[in-house]
């Protein structure tokens, strides 16, 4: 079983940047795709990034292109998710998942609880 808890979410004015942390406990990840999604109220699910195993292929979402990086240390089975430029459309839940490399919620097999993002225009 795979424990993951994301961390680094909080209020930031439009402008701003912020760091999320996806921790994962129980079992190391570093076999496997990682991904980050996010949620806003009254809307779906939506993918924003995405990395494989070793860090070596990373996707966005064209929302997010050019203003997020992933990235992942296998050594301390952590991803992150570093966020420049934010907007207040980015406000929503955001939430970190584990699995098969993809931009589809349905490939990855283990979730975190989420952390909140708001960004303040």
């Known amino acids: 079983q795979v424990h993951l808890v994301e961390s680094g979410g909080g209020l930031v004015q439009a402008g701003g940047s912020l760091r999320l942390s996806c921790a994962a406990a129980?079992?190391?990840?570093?076999?496997?795709?990682m991904g980050w999604f996010r949620q806003a109220p009254g809307k779906e699910r939506e993918f924003v990034a995405s990395i494989t195993w070793n860090g070596g292929i990373t996707y966005y979402a064209d929302s997010v292109k050019g203003r997020c990086t992933i990235s992942r240390d296998n050594a301390k089975n952590t991803m992150y998710l570093q966020m420049s430029n934010l907007k207040p459309e980015d406000t929503a839940i955001y939430y970190c998942a584990t699995g098969s490399y993809s931009r589809y919620a349905v490939n990855y097999n283990y979730w975190g609880q989420g952390t909140q993002v708001t960004v303040s225009s």
């Open positions: 129980g079992r190391t990840v570093s076999s496997w795709a």
